[in-house]
């Protein structure tokens, strides 16, 4: 039998993509137990394996899509194999390099439970318990930080994506015309106030939203590299007497570079004086003032507008997890709901009632709430803390080690991150050449370290100098790992500087041995 257009009608029973219960379990035991080997074997493999883009494409295979299918136990094989293998390992303890978390297992299963049910929680008919559970997850992230349990907010992709939320909604109220139906256009001027150090989250977000790149006002840091309160109020004043219309301030909890913390609070009471919305990109460190003796300023979040954090940072939840939070939900309603006549939902005009396509950028949406909801139900606020407190611990304690260790300079340590660089103490004192020689020297040093497999660093510059930086947001860190970074430092400097070092700082660092 054929269709009108010629081919076979397809025929009746399970589909070739389906799994029987039975199937489905085997399959699921297997994996698990590749996961459990993994997990149990992870602090013994290289964090970085050796991997060239030629080889990876090679184990992979560059052919075309198979005519037939395969059978589901090899492909399961197969692909732990693939990324077991040939990845860096985000969750082995000596992952220090970007920040990023050691996810939890209990939030890789809480994956497994969502894709496997598979709600779509983009209105609340659609997915009701996804959407409550999101909305607790929420609620419980806006108690930790001391903000508005009341406030609007939900996950996102990531850090930039949480960012966005807070921009788009400062854009819808602060701009004094209907942005939303009339645009930005050349005339508007709107301008954003950020500090040096801000992530480039912000470039993305005027480039993309219609403001331009342009209008970001780069204002300078103090020694502490954190926002200059005096220089953001001059430029604001500078903008306004030229007739732009300034509408935004973004402080920073935690820099990616230094994980410095700007004057938050000071910098709330300026925006409410000037009518202007404060949003705080907290999407590394907002989490850390759950812990003791870490920055004050972090009491400024509770102030702000808008913040925006990454739980797949230090919630240790696994990819993607940002989370946006805005003070006032009816603001993120006015920003992006729109109403066409297929958005028909029983209840629709109970306020209390949450359809997620009116509060950001996407409509179809993952269950992302859940590992993080899981993840803190399994430790509670206390436990939380703890992690947090240890982590800041180790970064505070590697600083202390790095600084006492021959060669090495620990420059700046805050929240979690240290920075620090290789120095050979036969080039001191320091001039231009040898200054320009120890960046080299570092960056090959950080190639070298990361190619080791021994553990995974990355890079800062503070006043001009290239630095290592060491980002602990890892649950699986132990002191011995933070223990043993010093003599790595050292061992691979050593032959790093033998192989480098040009002649005449050969000669200089002679003569100063002598």
């Known amino acids: 039998m054929t269709t009108e257009q010629g081919t076979d009608a397809p025929e009746d029973g399970p589909a070739p993509i389906g799994l029987s219960p039975d199937e489905f379990r085997a399959l699921g035991y297997r994996l698990v137990d590749r996961i459990a080997e993994f997990l149990e074997t992870l602090p013994e493999r290289p964090v970085m394996p050796e991997v060239t883009p030629a080889g990876v494409r090679a184990l992979l295979g560059q052919g075309p899509m198979p005519e037939d299918g395969a059978d589901p136990a090899t492909i399961i094989d197969e692909a732990a194999s693939l990324i077991i293998d040939h990845n860096r390992l985000t969750g082995h303890p000596r992952q220090w390099g970007y920040i990023i978390g050691s996810a939890a297992p209990l939030g890789a299963l809480a994956d497994l439970l969502a894709g496997a049910v598979n709600p779509n929680v983009v209105s609340w008919p659609s997915s009701p318990m996804a959407t409550e559970i999101e909305l607790q997850a929420v609620r419980w992230i806006a108690d930790l930080l001391g903000y508005p349990a009341d406030c609007g907010g939900l996950f996102t992709s990531g850090g930039n994506a949480a960012n966005f939320i807070g921009f788009l909604a400062a854009r819808r109220a602060r701009a004094d015309w209907d942005v939303r139906a009339a645009g930005i256009g ?100 907002a989490l850390a003032i759950v812990a003791p003796d870490t920055p004050d300023a972090l009491r400024g979040l509770r102030e702000a507008d808008s913040i925006a954090i990454d739980a797949h940072k230090w919630l240790y939840a696994p990819l993607e997890g940002g989370c946006a939070l805005v003070r006032d939900r009816k603001t993120l309603r006015d920003t992006f709901s729109y109403r066409p006549p297929y958005y028909h939902y029983p209840g629709d005009l109970d306020e209390a009632l949450v359809n997620f396509h009116d509060y950001g950028l996407q409509n179809s949406r993952g269950f992302r709430a859940l590992k993080v909801w899981m993840i803190l139900r399994q430790l509670g606020r206390k436990q939380y803390a703890r992690l947090v407190a240890r982590d800041i611990g180790h970064a505070r304690e590697l600083h202390q080690r790095l600084d006492e260790a021959p060669d090495i300079e620990a420059v700046t340590q805050a929240l979690s991150i240290t920075t620090f660089r290789y120095a050979p103490g036969d080039l001191a004192p320091a001039t231009e050449a040898v200054e320009s020689y120890l960046d080299d020297l570092n960056a090959a040093l950080l190639t070298r370290i990361q190619r080791s497999g021994e553990a995974f660093l990355s890079n800062a510059v503070v006043g001009g100098r290239f630095l290592l930086r060491a980002c602990i947001t890892n649950f699986r860190t132990t002191r011995d790992d933070v223990r043993a970074l010093p003599e790595i430092v050292t061992r691979l400097g050593r032959e790093v500087d033998r192989e480098m070092r040009p002649e005449a700082l050969r000669r200089a660092g002679g003569e100063a041995r002598r």
């Open 186 to 285: 050349d005339a508007r001027r709107l301008r954003v106030y950020v500090s040096r150090e801000t992530h480039t989250w912000i470039e993305k977000a005027a480039d993309l939203f219609g403001l331009g790149t342009d209008a970001i006002r780069w204002i300078e840091t103090d020694g502490a590299l954190r926002m200059d309160l005096a220089a953001l109020e001059r430029r604001i004043d500078e903008d306004q007497a030229n007739g732009d219309r300034p509408f935004l301030v973004v402080g920073t909890a935690g820099t990616v570079s230094t994980g410095a913390v700007d004057p938050l609070p000071e910098m709330a009471a300026l925006c409410r004086e000037r009518g202007l919305w404060f949003h705080v990109d907290g999407a590394y460190g």
